[in-house]
């Protein structure tokens, strides 16, 4: 049956079901619904989720059909007052676990992966389901801050649409049949050592996985291993190859960075340790009392990014052009020789300023060259740092973190050849989506069937498990022990908080199925190996890092590729247990991260290519992945679909981004559908005017266009990965662009018809600057007072880049709805907290600004007195108070308040359905239901605990002890939350600064949140 | 003249009600319309409309009441549209009818006497339309006693400050003073049908409404007195209801809301749209039903005039409003107003300065005022420009506010259009309801107006 999806023949199974009636009788329904036709039926029948969500539907249509669902269920909801509650028991433990208090959560340490790179986070625990990441703060890649990703995933957790069972050609397996099958095929390769054995995986940088792999290596020497991340560093390994004769890994510090350059990176909201770049950047940013001077950033970037919009200089080059500006750069910073001029001016006109700021710096300064640019750029900028002195400094080099460093293009262009002349029998995906993300000419999708037998562990049924055979449901991370690698090399362990919700197993596990082990689950693979690693006992080890308070810090070796073993410093067996003990709670192999090494710049590599490239009239084409469902691993996540993304504000949808200029050139505007014509493969997608964007190019988000992504995926956005070619996979020239009759309605918070020019700049005035406060006196309402504690919340513009993180923390805290692609074009998202973007004069290479806008929990609040029904009120802790349960929803709060940061519940947003959904829930937040308003509550639910906890102690509630969720998850510390009747509070003291200023101070509502002015450090040089 | 005051009433009386007519005649005609005439086609189309329109609007209220106001299109900044428009509308069109009962009876303007009644009933009726809004509009309907002051276990009161709560008790007197007065008006004409009804059912019927009316000089007397009372109590109505419902915007600190300059200018143009809602009633009704002998042109040409002068004051107010925008040197406040007349909703600010302000001019025209067919089309833009001026002031309002990032536009649904036209259809329902059972001109007053009504002399 080769067919990759089996249709179901709901007649033949009815009538089979009828033959039955005859003699034959069933047992029981269980023996009835064994049969897997039966079960099918069964599924078609009554669907989980009832109508609309079904592959063959629109899926837009089908959203609204699932709201009318919703609304039928809300008739009836409606009704709910009239109907009897069911009776529901509350029961005590029996034996009560160790450690848990019902009501109170429990924190865990453990990580989650990107590109196979870990950052730790902390997962809130209630009662044994997780409901809310953190960051670790005692690890080196998340310092307590989380991303958006990692605020996402315990959604990922509890989707409904994950992969539940494994199965095979469509039909239910076991995992005991998929262990019998796999051993059998293995023994077939055994005969031929394993030569028809591939095992295609993401990057692994897991020490435990790598082991397996070599184990499995051992098992069948001629088995291949290979690697494809379609949005990994590919070109910073060549650079750094190129630069140094040898693979290394490179990772910043920019505490001390004073001249900072990036070339075409976003280093402050996407990479592997974004969110530790970012907390220094915004450390060396801060003006405030002892710390007068400020760093400063150049960005060169074709699209804008968070940051580019943190930039004192922003200049905007085509992705080609990047290349020649660095090598204008290393030469005026003394490297190498160059073009210092060219045709396009705007390339070079800033090089001799930059490169002086550069150059008084040195040993304080840093290039950073961008993931997507090509090794030539990675190079020259080694060679710019070390020129620059920062070298161990700013920069710090150490071997390469991943388990086996592999020109991952190369790789799988290795598998494509093989599969193409019939050499694999046997294909073990491990994660990943390559059928999805494969460049589009090695056609993967079609080789991979060439492939005897395919087996696919993936956390959905996705593109690439509809080709395989097998497909298996993998473990989410917070249901499996595993571990990785962070950007430094710190050895990060994850453990599991919950039981897999399905029949799910970690790749760990199944990589197990592979060696001639016996079967084991993933906590002991993992211990077995850190124990062995440990102990010292293994023989051939793959090498480990020193660990433990036993080995000397720094002392740890590891080898790049596979090589022999690494002298691996052992310690004391009897630590383990507590060695274990405390790396698992901590979250991190302490003292694991690699040792730098200071590598030197082989220049005579270094080849940049210094003609201009030439557009001919075509356009050139950028691929980037997205910034919020990123390659489209994310798609399924309706939160990171429905995140407002970093500067674009567009949700659900991917654009051809192009500039203003770009779109007069081609007579469109914002939703034109273009027709993108590139090496002979089209692409429908619609424009998107992005102010900033640069002239002559079109850049394309991937990960968007999913066929089989889940019901928040199927069918939104385009599929850029249609036109991308293994020999470009992030720019090339040759794109064009034709206009086509169609329109495309995107979902946008953002309202593309503002008028630029008088009311924009006014505006600006009035929110950056602030405006003439009234006196006291014109309010006719007496003042409040407050006795206790008066809770107040700074946001420092200086410090946030726009990443977004804390719109996800927030809807993750407080059991915010996801509303839907149509729901957001009709301005009804959801976010308790929103980043609002503006843009600064010219619309070509505007300045753009962020602004994070919780509630401004105003002192006299317009909304407050509006309401009817007493609804929103002031807390004697200065809080607007929203009370859902007397909430009638005539909606007048919204309309005065003057922030518009309240949200309505037009229909019933909330899934009160879906029941892996009800496990997500905050218990300390009220789902609230249709009809009501909803607003920031400034984590209300935090404060109480806080409060509570404190009054247990006798004690005031200590500064900092309260974290909003948004404060928690900021990577920079933008966000300051604390008491303003102690003058001694962070908060209080930030308020003091002279760059705070309350947004539309003259309405007289004396926001509780006030801002810290955006500060920009331009280079007089440029700017003069 | 003063003190001959019979002159100046013989003189005007000829104008208000054609000659010929005596007791009988007029008690004849319009009882007619109720009791014997046939049915005309007319009523059963308007009739059969309105219960089309009415069935479109109970469809739309269960799918609000099912699924939830999302299915209009007000989103996040535009939280009101369609609702709150209509609403104000509707109770602006009530209060032609209030003005002509109860200030024209106070100010003795005798020419009221026949179109009284069907002016009330159009009150009541709009006011009860007008009602349906702020109580679908809810996000939960069926909460909308908490806005009520009741005793309760929880303990917990309406927020006296929110303009929402005084448009409660507002709205609710007024259309209780509203009932009360049409129906007290009503029961010497349900009298009358009740002893000129033929059918024992219909007798008893119209016997239960008309509560024992014999027409005993007693009951002349306090029911003169009763009417009296009322229009004292609902004249300060036709000030307060608008003025209050005005405050919803003036209290709130929305650019072009925020303005102590509404409450007259509310005020006036809903006199303004209830004239052209007589008007509109009017004119069809007469030429169907032949009353031309007492909806006279001098009726028209009144409700003409007054329309004239309320929409100057409406043109008055326009032209402050912008004038106070500018002279404030408030940025956001001009940005409203400069959003208004050359921002994204343009079309709709000049289609309403078109329909309340520049066409409507033709009124100073006495050809134009005296000619029912241009009365009838000029009062149908006046409606649509009222409504219009509603959608502006809150719409647009609301539309593009302080924060730039927070605006949006707000585009109906056709759920917006089904619950708008809805209420039409609920209107003309219960007004050819009323066409039909109920005697729409008031018998007994339009007697009054008769020459053979002054013989004694004595009255007035």
Same mark, same amino acid.
């Given at each position: 049956?080769?067919?990759?999806?089996?249709?179901?023949?709901?007649?033949?199974?009815?009538?089979?079901?009828?033959?039955?009636?005859?003699?034959?009788?069933?047992?029981?329904?269980?023996?009835?619904?064994?049969?897997?036709?039966?079960?099918?039926?069964?599924?078609?029948?009554?669907?989980?989720?009832?109508?609309?969500?079904?592959?063959?539907?629109?899926?837009?249509?089908?959203?609204?059909?699932?709201?009318?669902?919703?609304?039928?269920?809300?008739?009836?909801?409606?009704?709910?007052?009239?109907?009897?509650?069911?009776?529901?028991?509350?029961?005590?433990?029996?034996?009560?676990?160790?450690?848990?208090?019902?009501?109170?959560?429990?924190?865990?340490?453990?990580?989650?992966?990107?590109?196979?790179?870990?950052?730790?986070?902390?997962?809130?625990?209630?009662?044994?389901?997780?409901?809310?990441? $953190?960051?670790?703060?005692? /690890?080196? #890649?998340?310092? &307590? @801050?989380?991303? *958006? !990703? +990692? %605020?996402?995933?315990?959604?990922?957790?509890?989707?409904?649409?994950?992969?539940?069972?494994?199965?095979?050609?469509?039909?239910?397996?076991?995992?005991?049949?998929?262990?019998?099958?796999?051993?059998?095929?293995?023994?077939?390769?055994?005969?031929?050592?394993?030569?028809?054995?591939?095992?295609?995986?993401?990057?692994?940088?897991?020490?435990?996985?790598?082991?397996?792999?070599?184990?499995?290596?051992?098992?069948?020497?001629?088995?291949?291993?290979?690697?494809? $991340?379609?949005?990994?560093? /590919?070109? #910073?390994?060549? &650079? @750094?190859?190129? *630069? !140094? +004769? %040898?693979?290394?890994?490179?990772?910043?510090?920019?505490?001390?960075?004073?001249?900072?350059?990036?070339?075409?990176?976003?280093?402050?909201?996407?990479?592997?340790?974004?969110?530790?770049?970012?907390?220094?950047?915004?450390?060396?940013?801060?003006?405030?009392?002892?710390?007068?001077?400020?760093?400063?950033?150049?960005?060169?970037?074709?699209?804008?990014?968070?940051?580019?919009?943190?930039?004192?200089?922003?200049?905007?080059?085509?992705?080609?052009?990047?290349?020649?500006?660095?090598?204008?750069?290393?030469?005026?910073? &003394?490297?190498?020789?160059?073009?210092?001029?060219?045709?396009?001016?705007?390339?070079?006109?800033?090089?001799?300023?930059?490169?002086?700021?550069?150059?008084?710096?040195?040993?304080?300064?840093?290039?950073?060259?961008?993931?997507?640019?090509?090794?030539?750029?990675?190079?020259?900028?080694?060679?710019?740092?070390?020129?620059?002195?920062?070298?161990?400094?700013?920069?710090?080099?150490?071997?390469?973190?991943?388990?086996?460093?592999?020109?991952?293009?190369?790789?799988?262009?290795?598998?494509?050849?093989?599969?193409?002349?019939?050499?694999?029998?046997?294909?073990?995906?491990?994660?990943?989506?390559?059928?999805?993300?494969?460049?589009?000419?090695?056609?993967?999708?079609?080789?991979?069937?060439?492939?005897?037998?395919?087996?696919?562990?993936?956390?959905?049924?996705?593109?690439?498990?509809?080709?395989?055979?097998?497909?298996?449901?993998?473990?989410?991370?917070?249901?499996?022990?595993?571990?990785?690698?962070?950007?430094?090399?710190?050895?990060?362990?994850?453990?599991?908080?919950?039981?897999?919700?399905?029949?799910?197993?970690?790749?760990?596990?199944?990589?197990?199925?592979?060696?001639?082990?016996?079967?084991?689950?993933?906590?002991?693979?993992?211990?077995?190996?850190?124990?062995?690693?440990?102990?010292?006992?293994?023989?051939?080890?793959?090498?480990?890092?020193?660990?433990?308070?036993?080995?000397?810090?720094?002392?740890?070796?590891?080898?790049?590729?596979?090589?022999?073993?690494?002298?691996?410093?052992?310690?004391?067996?009897?630590?383990?247990?507590?060695?274990?003990?405390?790396?698992?709670?901590?979250?991190?192999?302490?003292?694991?991260?690699?040792?730098?090494?200071?590598?030197?710049?082989?220049?005579?590599?270094?080849?940049?290519?210094?003609?201009?490239?030439?557009?001919?009239?075509?356009?050139?084409?950028?691929?980037?992945?997205?910034?919020?469902?990123?390659?489209?691993?994310?798609?399924?996540?309706?939160?990171?679909?429905?995140?407002?993304?970093?500067?674009?504000?567009?949700?659900?949808?991917?654009?051809?981004?192009?500039?203003?200029?770009?779109?007069?050139?081609?007579?469109?505007?914002?939703?034109?559908?273009?027709?993108?014509?590139?090496?002979?493969?089209?692409?429908?997608?619609?424009?998107?005017?992005?102010?900033?964007?640069?002239?002559?190019?079109?850049?394309?988000?991937?990960?968007?266009?999913?066929?089989?992504?889940?019901?928040?995926?199927?069918?939104?956005?385009?599929?850029?990965?249609?036109?991308?070619?293994?020999?470009?996979?992030?720019?090339?020239?040759?794109?064009?662009?034709?206009?086509?009759?169609?329109?495309?309605?995107?979902?946008?918070?953002?309202?593309?018809?503002?008028?630029?020019?008088?009311?924009?700049?006014?505006?600006?005035?009035?929110?950056?600057?602030?405006?003439?406060?009234?006196?006291?006196?014109?309010?006719?309402?007496?003042?409040?007072?407050?006795?206790?504690?008066?809770?107040?919340?700074?946001?420092?513009?200086?410090?946030?880049?726009?990443?977004?993180?804390?719109?996800?923390?927030?809807?993750?805290?407080?059991?915010?709805?996801?509303?839907?692609?149509?729901?957001?074009?009709?301005?009804?998202?959801?976010?308790?907290?929103?980043?609002?973007?503006?843009?600064?004069?010219?619309?070509?290479?505007?300045?753009?600004?962020?602004?994070?806008?919780?509630?401004?929990?105003?002192?006299?609040?317009?909304?407050?007195?509006?309401?009817?029904?007493?609804?929103?009120?002031?807390?004697?802790?200065?809080?607007?108070?929203?009370?859902?349960?007397?909430?009638?929803?005539?909606?007048?709060?919204?309309?005065?308040?003057?922030?518009?940061?309240?949200?309505?519940?037009?229909?019933?947003?909330?899934?009160?359905?879906?029941?892996?959904?009800?496990?997500?829930?905050?218990?300390?937040?009220?789902?609230?239901?249709?009809?009501?308003?909803?607003?920031?509550?400034?984590?209300?639910?935090?404060?109480?605990?806080?409060?509570?906890?404190?009054?247990?102690?006798?004690?005031?509630?200590?500064?900092?002890?309260?974290?909003?969720?948004?404060?928690?998850?900021?990577?920079?510390?933008?966000?300051?939350?604390?008491?303003?009747?102690?003058?001694?509070?962070?908060?209080?003291?930030?308020?003091?600064?002279?760059?705070?200023?309350?947004?539309?101070?003259?309405?007289?509502?004396?926001?509780?949140?006030?801002?810290?002015?955006?500060?920009?450090?331009?280079?007089?040089?440029?700017?003069? | 003249?003063?003190?001959?005051?019979?002159?100046?009433?013989?003189?005007?009386?000829?104008?208000?009600?054609?000659?010929?007519?005596?007791?009988?005649?007029?008690?004849?005609?319009?009882?007619?319309?109720?009791?014997?005439?046939?049915?005309?086609?007319?009523?059963?189309?308007?009739?059969?409309?309105?219960?089309?329109?009415?069935?479109?609007?109970?469809?739309?209220?269960?799918?609000?009441?099912?699924?939830?106001?999302?299915?209009?299109?007000?989103?996040?900044?535009?939280?009101?549209?369609?609702?709150?428009?209509?609403?104000?509308?509707?109770?602006?069109?009530?209060?032609?009818?209030?003005?002509?009962?109860?200030?024209?009876?106070?100010?003795?303007?005798?020419?009221?006497?026949?179109?009284?009644?069907?002016?009330?009933?159009?009150?009541?009726?709009?006011?009860?339309?007008?009602?349906?809004?702020?109580?679908?509009?809810?996000?939960?309907?069926?909460?909308?006693?908490?806005?009520?002051?009741?005793?309760?276990?929880?303990?917990?009161?309406?927020?006296?400050?929110?303009?929402?709560?005084?448009?409660?008790?507002?709205?609710?007197?007024?259309?209780?003073?509203?009932?009360?007065?049409?129906?007290?008006?009503?029961?010497?004409?349900?009298?009358?049908?009740?002893?000129?009804?033929?059918?024992?059912?219909?007798?008893?019927?119209?016997?239960?409404?008309?509560?024992?009316?014999?027409?005993?000089?007693?009951?002349?007397?306090?029911?003169?007195?009763?009417?009296?009372?009322?229009?004292?109590?609902?004249?300060?109505?036709?000030?307060?209801?608008?003025?209050?419902?005005?405050?919803?915007?003036?209290?709130?600190?929305?650019?072009?809301?925020?303005?102590?300059?509404?409450?007259?200018?509310?005020?006036?143009?809903?006199?303004?749209?209830?004239?052209?809602?007589?008007?509109?009633?009017?004119?069809?009704?007469?030429?169907?039903?032949?009353?031309?002998?007492?909806?006279?042109?001098?009726?028209?040409?009144?409700?003409?005039?007054?329309?004239?002068?309320?929409?100057?004051?409406?043109?008055?107010?326009?032209?402050?409003?912008?004038?106070?925008?500018?002279?404030?040197?408030?940025?956001?406040?001009?940005?409203?107003?400069?959003?208004?007349?050359?921002?994204?909703?343009?079309?709709?600010?000049?289609?309403?300065?078109?329909?309340?302000?520049?066409?409507?001019?033709?009124?100073?025209?006495?050809?134009?005022?005296?000619?029912?067919?241009?009365?009838?089309?000029?009062?149908?833009?006046?409606?649509?420009?009222?409504?219009?001026?509603?959608?502006?002031?809150?719409?647009?309002?609301?539309?593009?506010?302080?924060?730039?990032?927070?605006?949006?536009?707000?585009?109906?649904?056709?759920?917006?259009?089904?619950?708008?036209?809805?209420?039409?259809?609920?209107?003309?329902?219960?007004?050819?309801?009323?066409?039909?059972?109920?005697?729409?001109?008031?018998?007994?007053?339009?007697?009054?107006?008769?020459?053979?009504?002054?013989?004694?002399?004595?009255?007035?």
């Amino acid at each position: 049956m080769s067919e990759p999806q089996k249709k179901v023949d709901l007649a033949g199974a009815r009538a089979r079901l009828h033959q039955k009636s005859g003699r034959e009788y069933w047992r029981s329904l269980e023996d009835l619904a064994a049969q897997p036709e039966f079960r099918e039926m069964i599924e078609r029948e009554f669907p989980r989720q009832a109508i609309g969500w079904s592959e063959d539907e629109d899926p837009v249509e089908g959203r609204r059909n699932f709201l009318k669902l919703m609304g039928a269920s809300l008739a009836l909801a409606g009704l709910s007052a009239c109907t009897r509650q069911p009776t529901e028991f509350i029961m005590p433990y029996i034996r009560q676990p160790e450690e848990l208090i019902p009501g109170k959560p429990l924190f865990f340490a453990t990580a989650t992966t990107l590109n196979g790179v870990a950052n730790g986070v902390l997962a809130e625990s209630h009662e044994g389901r997780p409901t809310k990441i $953190e960051g670790n703060p005692e /690890h080196p #890649a998340s310092l &307590g @801050a989380c991303d *958006a !990703f +990692g %605020q996402a995933s315990v959604l990922q957790l509890y989707d409904p649409d994950r992969m539940q069972t494994a199965g095979y050609e469509g039909e239910i397996r076991s995992w005991g049949e998929v262990l019998g099958a796999v051993r059998q095929m293995l023994e077939e390769q055994r005969t031929k050592n394993g030569a028809g054995l591939r095992i295609l995986t993401e990057t692994i940088t897991s020490p435990t996985m790598a082991d397996q792999l070599r184990r499995i290596q051992q098992a069948f020497p001629a088995m291949k291993w290979h690697q494809w $991340e379609p949005a990994g560093p /590919h070109s #910073a390994r060549a &650079g @750094a190859t190129m *630069a !140094f +004769g %040898q693979p290394v890994n490179t990772y910043y510090d920019l505490t001390n960075a004073k001249a900072i350059v990036s070339l075409d990176s976003d280093f402050l909201a996407s990479g592997t340790a974004s969110l530790r770049y970012a907390r220094q950047f915004s450390a060396g940013r801060r003006v405030r009392g002892s710390q007068p001077s400020m760093n400063r950033l150049y960005v060169v970037e074709p699209m804008p990014t968070p940051t580019g919009s943190k930039a004192d200089h922003r200049l905007p080059l085509r992705a080609a052009e990047i290349e020649l500006f660095a090598g204008a750069l290393a030469t005026a910073v &003394g490297v190498g020789r160059g073009p210092q001029e060219g045709e396009n001016h705007e390339i070079y006109k800033w090089i001799g300023a930059i490169a002086r700021d550069l150059l008084n710096n040195k040993g304080a300064s840093l290039v950073i060259a961008g993931e997507c640019q090509p090794p030539s750029v990675h190079a020259l900028a080694h060679a710019m740092n070390a020129t620059l002195g920062n070298v161990g400094k700013t920069v710090f080099y150490t071997d390469p973190i991943e388990a086996r460093q592999v020109d991952q293009l190369a790789s799988l262009q290795n598998l494509v050849n093989d599969l193409d002349s019939g050499a694999v029998d046997m294909l073990l995906i491990l994660g990943g989506n390559p059928v999805f993300n494969a460049p589009v000419d090695l056609g993967l999708r079609d080789r991979l069937q060439k492939a005897g037998m395919r087996i696919r562990l993936g956390l959905y049924e996705d593109e690439t498990s509809e080709v395989c055979q097998w497909s298996l449901p993998e473990a989410h991370y917070l249901e499996a022990w595993g571990d990785a690698r962070a950007f430094d090399g710190t050895v990060t362990l994850q453990q599991p908080l919950i039981q897999p919700l399905y029949e799910g197993r970690s790749a760990m596990e199944v990589l197990q199925m592979f060696t001639d082990q016996p079967e084991l689950r993933g906590y002991d693979i993992l211990r077995e190996y850190w124990s062995s690693q440990r102990g010292g006992g293994r023989t051939g080890g793959q090498p480990v890092p020193a660990t433990g308070q036993a080995a000397a810090p720094g002392r740890s070796v590891i080898s790049p590729v596979s090589g022999p073993p690494g002298g691996a410093p052992t310690a004391p067996t009897g630590d383990f247990e507590s060695w274990w003990r405390r790396s698992v709670h901590d979250g991190l192999v302490a003292n694991s991260a690699l040792p730098a090494k200071t590598p030197a710049v082989q220049g005579q590599n270094i080849r940049a290519n210094a003609a201009e490239p030439h557009l001919g009239g075509k356009l050139e084409v950028i691929f980037r992945p997205d910034p919020t469902i990123y390659d489209g691993r994310f798609a399924n996540n309706a939160w990171l679909q429905e995140l407002p993304k970093p500067i674009t504000k567009l949700t659900w949808d991917n654009a051809a981004f192009l500039s203003p200029a770009t779109a007069h050139r081609l007579g469109v505007e914002t939703g034109v559908v273009l027709q993108l014509t590139y090496r002979g493969r089209t692409l429908q997608a619609p424009a998107w005017v992005q102010p900033g964007h640069v002239n002559g190019a079109i850049t394309l988000h991937l990960g968007y266009g999913r066929t089989r992504g889940g019901r928040a995926g199927n069918g939104m956005g385009f599929n850029p990965y249609g036109l991308r070619a293994s020999n470009a996979l992030w720019h090339d020239n040759g794109l064009e662009a034709k206009k086509t009759g169609a329109t495309h309605a995107f979902a946008t918070n953002l309202n593309n018809y503002i008028p630029e020019g008088r009311e924009l700049d006014t505006r600006r005035h009035i929110i950056h600057h602030g405006a003439e406060v009234p006196p006291r006196t014109l309010t006719l309402y007496p003042e409040w007072k407050y006795e206790g504690y008066a809770w107040g919340m700074a946001i420092d513009l200086t410090a946030c880049t726009g990443c977004s993180a804390c719109v996800v923390a927030c809807q993750a805290e407080n059991n915010i709805a996801v509303v839907g692609k149509d729901q957001v074009r009709r301005g009804r998202a959801m976010h308790w907290i929103r980043v609002d973007d503006y843009y600064h004069g010219d619309v070509n290479n505007p300045e753009i600004f962020n602004q994070p806008l919780p509630c401004m929990q105003c002192e006299d609040a317009p909304c407050e007195l509006v309401c009817p029904v007493q609804a929103t009120n002031h807390s004697s802790e200065g809080l607007n108070d929203m009370v859902y349960n007397r909430c009638v929803g005539t909606r007048y709060c919204s309309n005065n308040c003057p922030y518009k940061v309240r949200r309505f519940n037009f229909y019933l947003f909330s899934d009160w359905e879906t029941p892996s959904l009800k496990l997500l829930r905050n218990p300390d937040v009220t789902v609230r239901s249709r009809g009501v308003m909803e607003k920031c509550t400034y984590c209300v639910q935090r404060i109480n605990a806080a409060k509570i906890e404190s009054e247990k102690q006798n004690r005031k509630v200590r500064d900092g002890e309260i974290q909003t969720a948004c404060q928690a998850t900021c990577p920079t510390e933008a966000i300051v939350f604390g008491d303003l009747n102690d003058p001694n509070s962070l908060v209080s003291k930030m308020k003091a600064e002279k760059s705070n200023y309350a947004l539309l101070a003259d309405l007289n509502t004396r926001p509780r949140t006030t801002y810290l002015a955006q500060l920009r450090n331009p280079n007089p040089e440029i700017e003069g | 003249m003063p003190d001959n005051p019979n002159v100046v009433e013989q003189e005007r009386l000829q104008d208000v009600i054609a000659p010929g007519y005596t007791f009988g005649t007029v008690t004849d005609q319009i009882a007619a319309v109720v009791l014997t005439r046939r049915t005309p086609l007319f009523w059963m189309a308007c009739f059969g409309l309105g219960v089309a329109l009415l069935l479109l609007f109970l469809w739309s209220v269960a799918l609000i009441l099912a699924k939830g106001v999302g299915v209009w299109g007000i989103r996040t900044p535009v939280m009101w549209g369609f609702a709150i428009t209509n609403f104000v509308w509707w109770i602006g069109i009530g209060h032609a009818g209030t003005l002509i009962s109860a200030i024209l009876l106070l100010l003795n303007q005798k020419w009221r006497n026949s179109i009284n009644r069907f002016a009330e009933a159009m009150t009541l009726f709009a006011v009860a339309c007008a009602g349906m809004f702020p109580l679908l509009h809810l996000g939960r309907p069926w909460l909308f006693y908490w806005l009520f002051p009741y005793p309760n276990a929880m303990g917990v009161q309406p927020q006296f400050r929110s303009p929402l709560v005084w448009d409660v008790f507002a709205v609710s007197t007024y259309g209780t003073v509203s009932l009360l007065f049409w129906y007290v008006g009503l029961m010497p004409d349900l009298a009358t049908l009740r002893d000129r009804a033929r059918n024992p059912i219909v007798r008893y019927l119209y016997g239960v409404m008309a509560m024992g009316w014999r027409g005993s000089a007693r009951h002349w007397s306090v029911h003169e007195t009763a009417s009296l009372l009322l229009a004292g109590l609902a004249t300060p109505l036709v000030l307060s209801v608008h003025t209050v419902v005005s405050f919803d915007f003036t209290i709130a600190i929305v650019p072009g809301w925020h303005s102590t300059f509404f409450p007259p200018y509310f005020v006036a143009g809903a006199i303004y749209s209830g004239f052209a809602m007589v008007l509109a009633l009017a004119i069809p009704l007469r030429a169907v039903y032949g009353l031309q002998g007492l909806i006279t042109d001098r009726h028209l040409e009144n409700s003409g005039k007054l329309m004239l002068a309320t929409g100057e004051i409406v043109a008055y107010a326009y032209f402050m409003e912008t004038f106070t925008a500018w002279y404030s040197g408030d940025v956001f406040e001009q940005a409203a107003f400069w959003h208004r007349m050359f921002g994204p909703y343009a079309i709709t600010y000049w289609a309403l300065i078109t329909c309340n302000i520049i066409l409507p001019q033709a009124l100073w025209f006495k050809k134009i005022r005296s000619n029912p067919v241009t009365l009838f089309l000029i009062s149908i833009i006046v409606l649509v420009g009222m409504w219009l001026e509603r959608y502006v002031i809150i719409v647009t309002s609301l539309a593009q506010d302080f924060l730039t990032s927070s605006w949006d536009m707000f585009h109906a649904t056709r759920w917006d259009w089904a619950t708008y036209i809805g209420t039409i259809g609920l209107f003309m329902f219960l007004f050819f309801l009323f066409i039909r059972l109920l005697p729409m001109i008031s018998i007994f007053e339009v007697r009054t107006l008769l020459p053979q009504a002054k013989v004694a002399g004595e009255k007035s």
